[in-house]
């Protein structure tokens, strides 16, 4: 990723720092770059998304480790507003026996009303114990 992001940061100072020919840039090293286009900030934005969304799935990874080791059937005994927490997101009231697919979509629902991003969750576990 950072390669990609190099390249484009070397590809736009080519663009813009060096005279235009037909759409081409003749560079020292003799490498032939072309002209910036719609497609080039599209992919660039992709790359961002995914670097972004990869950022994010490692942060979830360390908060339901921290929180069921990705259990389903993890059950948290102590209760808390009078309800058990349960499942891979161990929120409360959910049942060990739902199924994971049902877990993991309730517990982003959760972390995305409350907290934004799993990042921002798991800061705040970090900080409280809990989130």
């Known amino acids: 990723m950072l390669k990609k992001i190099a390249l484009l940061l070397a590809i736009i100072m080519a663009v813009a720092f060096f005279p235009r020919s037909d759409n081409q840039v003749e560079v020292e090293d003799k490498i ?3 002209e910036w286009k719609v497609a080039d900030s599209k992919a660039y934005a992709q ?12 942060c979830l990874e360390k908060l339901w480790t921290k929180e069921s080791n ?5 059950y948290n005994a102590i209760k808390v507003m009078g309800k058990n927490a349960g ?13 994971a ?3 993991i979509d309730r517990g982003f629902a959760y972390i995305m009303h409350r907290y934004g991003t ?13 989130y």
């Not at 990705?70 to 993890?74: D, F, H, I, L, V």
């Not at 499942?87 to 199924?99: A, E, K, R």
């Open 70 to 74: 990705w259990r389903p059937e993890a």
């Open 47 to 58: 790359d961002v998304v995914l670097a972004w969304a990869d950022n994010q799935y490692l």
């Open 101 to 103: 697919p049902k877990q």
């Open 32 to 34: 032939t770059v072309r």
């Open 87 to 99: 499942g891979i997101p161990q929120i409360l009231g959910m049942s060990t026996q739902t199924p």
């Open 118 to 130: 799993p990042c921002m969750a798991l800061k705040f576990h970090n900080k409280k114990g809990w």
